[in-house]
């Protein structure tokens, strides 16, 4: 059976497109939304859970559940063994599969601490006998409690093992650009609380160098709810471009990360349009659509207007999305959170 993760902060991006092609439509999945522990306090599951289905749909896989999970903070795992522990049929083996950072290893380790006994402690590949390069395959019988029974495995799952995919399912993740310092930074190790900003028309709202979307067209102003571990910028389009440029020729600039010396600014991938598209605002304080930011985060859209047209870049073009909002009523009325964002520079 396969288990295929995805990371909740990056949707649809970290879906694997037609991976029903891959698995086959006879296998059962259990599908993993991992990293729950980032999302906002209170989020809805039920709602969210409905709206992560829309995109799971169009992956022609043959889904026996869905869990929200946080494997570093141990949330919903032991479900998420149980559930496995009861579809999986004698003698099968289970494979988990996701793209890169989606958290594979890291559940693979919080199946491995609930056997062992609920430590917070990381598992080293080396507790586990016979696997000296990493949690690439582990018999089965290492998750006593959490896979298999705690009287040992069933005669016919001596031989079962479990499979990590790495490295098979590449991602186009903005994050894949970035050095591990800079990761720190960028992305979110904490929950994220939402804030809301006005977006006037010809202005952009920078994530760092990471990505920016600007208001081309449209109403005089659409609010936009920002998701991420990064400041926000705003300023208007062309002086996005200028810094752009400057960044593109090494110079330190407002937009970090990326940081360091120039060498390492100029080889960071250029920004350039990853989509353009117009839709209609629907409400006045819901969200319409997410702009999402692979693995930085993502820009919640809400107005009410006929049409407004908006542009996003990103390093390379990659790793944008349009999709229904995640959390749409988590606008709030502007107040004093334009605190938040960067102040442009005299
Ligand atoms: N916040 C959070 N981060 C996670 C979680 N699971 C994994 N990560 C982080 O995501 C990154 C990739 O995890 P890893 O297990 O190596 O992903 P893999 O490439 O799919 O094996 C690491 O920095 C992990 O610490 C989680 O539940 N919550
Ligand atoms: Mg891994």
């Known amino acids: 059976m396969a288990v295929v993760v995805c990371d909740l902060f990056d949707i649809p991006g970290s879906l694997i497109p037609h991976l029903g092609e891959f698995?086959?439509?006879?296998?059962?999945?259990?599908?993993?939304?991992?990293?729950?522990?980032?999302?906002?306090?209170?989020?809805h599951e039920e709602r969210l859970k409905?709206?992560?289905?829309?995109?799971?749909?169009?992956?022609?896989?043959?889904?026996?559940?869905?869990?929200?999970?946080?494997?570093?903070?141990?949330?919903?795992?032991?479900?998420?063994?149980?559930?496995?522990?009861?579809?999986?049929?004698?003698?099968?083996?289970?494979?988990?599969?996701?793209?890169?950072?989606?958290?594979?290893?890291e559940l693979i380790n919080a199946l491995l601490r609930i056997s062992i006994g609920g430590s917070k402690h990381r598992?080293?590949?080396?507790?586990?006998?016979?696997?000296?390069?990493?949690?690439?395959?582990?018999?089965?019988?290492?998750?006593?409690k959490a896979l298999v029974p705690a009287e040992g495995p069933r005669p016919q799952d001596r031989q079962a093992i479990l499979y990590d995919t790495p490295g098979v399912f590449s991602s186009k993740s903005i994050t894949s650009h970035l050095t591990s310092e800079e990761l720190k930074q960028?992305?979110?190790?904490?929950?994220?609380?939402?804030?809301?900003?006005?977006?006037?028309?010809?202005?952009?709202?920078?994530?760092?160098?990471?990505?920016?979307?600007?208001?081309?067209?449209?109403?005089?102003?659409?609010?936009?709810?920002?998701?991420?571990?990064?400041?926000?910028h705003f300023t208007n389009i062309g002086r996005a471009e200028e810094l752009i440029k400057r960044l593109e020729r090494g110079e330190k600039t407002i937009l970090q990360p990326p940081f360091g010396d120039a060498e390492r600014l100029k080889s960071f991938p250029q920004h350039k349009l990853a989509l353009e598209h117009t839709f209609e605002g629907l409400h006045r304080q819901h969200a319409t659509l997410d702009v999402s930011f692979a693995g930085v985060g993502w820009i919640a859209v809400t107005g009410q207007f006929p049409t407004a047209t908006i542009r996003a870049f990103s390093p390379n073009g990659h790793g944008v999305f349009v999709r229904p909002p995640m959390m749409p009523f988590e606008y709030k009325k502007i107040t004093g959170h334009m605190s938040a964002a960067r102040k442009t520079p005299k």
Not at 23 to 43: C, M, S
Not at 89 to 102: F, I, T, W
Request: glycine letters at 8%; a positive charge.
């Open 50 to 105: 409905m709206w992560f289905k829309r995109f799971t749909k169009e992956l022609d896989l043959n889904v026996q559940s869905i869990h929200f999970v946080s494997a570093l903070k141990n949330l919903g795992t032991r479900e998420l063994a149980a559930d496995i522990s009861e579809r999986r049929r004698a003698g099968q083996d289970v494979y988990m599969v996701g793209r890169a950072n989606v958290g594979k290893s």
């Open 123 to 144: 598992v080293l590949a080396s507790h586990i006998p016979g696997t000296t390069m990493g949690l690439a395959a582990v018999p089965l019988r290492h998750f006593v």
């Open 186 to 232: 960028a992305v979110c190790s904490k929950r994220i609380v939402p804030f809301s900003f006005i977006l006037n028309r010809n202005q952009a709202i920078m994530l760092g160098g990471l990505g920016r979307l600007e208001l081309v067209d449209g109403p005089d102003r659409v609010y936009v709810t920002v998701f991420a571990g990064v400041k926000p």
């Open 23 to 43: 698995i086959g439509e006879r296998h059962p999945v259990i599908l993993v939304a991992n990293k729950a522990d980032l999302l906002p306090k209170d989020y």
